[in-house]
C-alpha cells in the first residue's frame, strides 16, 4: 500500500510556524546549554572519552542501591546501568595508578563496604585528560570536514542555493538534537559523536531526495504554477517514500531504546531524536530555506540560453 499517494498539503503556507517552532526549540536548547555551563562547568555533560577519568562497571549479584555504594566514596560518580543491580562508578580524577588497573582501587573499597556481599568488575575505562582533549577536538573536526565534503558535493551536484539550504537545514537538526542531549544531560562520548554523524548523513540524504525532485519538476514544464506551488508539489511527490522511509527506521530505533540494552540505548536515542528532527527539518527549514535563498538572489541566465533550475525558479516565483 502506498501512502499518502494523492498528498496535497500546503507546506510552504505552514513555513513561519516552522520558523517559530525551530527558533523555540533552538533557544530552549541554548538555555540548556547556558544552564550547563553555569552548574557543571561545560556546555554539555562530556563522558570520560572527553574530559578523562577513570570509569568502572561493577554487576553485584544482591539488590543494592546508589546510595549504598556513594556512601563508600563521596567523591564517586555513580549511576544505574540498565534495570539490574549495575552501576557506573566514575572517577573524575586520573592517575597512573588507576590506569595500570583501574578497578583495583575500587574493588578494595566496595570490598571494605560490603563484605562479603559478591560483585564482579564488568568494564574498566581509563582515559588520561590530553587524549580527551584531543578526542574533542577531532570530533569537531571530524564534523566540520563532514560540512565541508558536503557543501562541495552539493554545489557539483545542483546549485550554491540547493546546498546553502541542505547546510542550512543540517546545521538546524545538529543544533537541535544537541540542544535536547543538553537538556537532559546525555553523557556525551565518542558513540555520541558517531550518531551524530550518521544523523548528518540520514539528514542530507533525506534533503537530497527532496531538492532532486525540485531540480526535476523545474525542468518540466510549470505554467501556471508559482515557485511556491512547485516546491509543495515536489514535497508531496516524495512524501510517501519519506513517511515510510522515516517511519520504518524510527520503529528499529525504538524497538533498541526499548529492548537493545543500556550499552546501545544512548547511541539509539541520539539517532532517534536526529531522524524524527531531520525528516521534519527536510520540508520544513529546508525547502523553505532554498525559497527565501532563491527569492533573495535569483540567478539572472544568460540570453539566448535555457538557464539553470535557479533561473527556472525565478520565473516560476
Known amino acids: 500500500m502506498r501512502l499518502f499517494a494523492h498528498a496535497n498539503y500546503p507546506f510552504l503556507e505552514w513555513r513561519r510556524r516552522a520558523y517559530l517552532v525551530s527558533a523555540l526549540a533552538l533557544a530552549i536548547g541554548l538555555a540548556g546549554v547556558i544552564y ?4 557543571i562547568g561545560s556546555w554539555l555533560s562530556y563522558g570520560v572519552d ?6 568502572v562497571q561493577v554487576a553485584f549479584e544482591q539488590p543494592t542501591t546508589v546510595d549504598e555504594i556513594r556512601a563508600v566514596d563521596p567523591n564517586w560518580e555513580i549511576k544505574r546501568f540498565g534495570t539490574g543491580d549495575e552501576f557506573e562508578i566514575r572517577m ?23 563484605g562479603e556481599r559478591p ?3 564488568v568494564r574498566t575505562e581509563a582515559v588520561g585528560p590530553k587524549v580527551g582533549g584531543e578526542l574533542q577536538q577531532r570530533a569537531l573536526l571530524a564534523i566540520l570536514i563532514s560540512f565541508v565534503t558536503t557543501m562541495i558535493y552539493l554545489a557539483i551536484r545542483f546549485e550554491w542555493r540547493f546546498g546553502l539550504a541542505a547546510i ?4 538546524h537538526d545538529l543544533l537541535v538534537t544537541v540542544g535536547i542531549l543538553a537538556l537532559m544531560r546525555s553523557e556525551v562520548s565518542l558513540g555520541t559523536v558517531a550518531a551524530l554523524l550518521t544523523v548528518v548523513g540520514y539528514s542530507l540524504n533525506d534533503t537530497i531526495i527532496i ?4 531540480r526535476e519538476n523545474l525542468a518540466k514544464p510549470h505554467a501556471g504554477q508559482s515557485f511556491i506551488q512547485l516546491l509543495d508539489r515536489s514535497i508531496n511527490e516524495t512524501l510517501p517514500r519519506t513517511i515510510l522511509t522515516a517511519g520504518t527506521t524510527l520503529a528499529t530505533l525504538m524497538a533498541l531504546i526499548l529492548f537493545g540494552g543500556a550499552v546501545i540505548r544512548d547511541f539509539a536515542v541520539v539517532l532517534f531524536l536526529g531522524v524524527a528532527i531531520g ?9 523553505p530555506a532554498l525559497y527565501s535563498i532563491t527569492t533573495r538572489w535569483p540567478h539572472k541566465p544568460k540570453s539566448g ?3 539553470t533550475a535557479a533561473a527556472r525558479a525565478k520565473t516560476a516565483v
Do not use: H, M, W, Y
Request: glycine residues 10%.
Open 36 to 39: 550547563n555551563f553555569a552548574t
Open 50 to 55: 572527553f574530559t578523562g577519568g577513570t570509569v
Open 92 to 114: 573524575p580524577s586520573f592517575n597512573e595508578e588507576a590506569a595500570s588497573d583501574p578497578g583495583t582501587a575500587i574493588t578494595q573499597k566496595l570490598k571494605e563496604t560490603f
Open 119 to 121: 560483585f564482579k568488575i
Open 168 to 171: 542550512i537545514a543540517t546545521g
Open 211 to 214: 531538492f532532486d525532485r525540485i
Open 279 to 287: 525528516t521534519l527539518s527536510s520540508i520544513f527549514v529546508a525547502s
Open 305 to 307: 540560453g535555457r538557464g
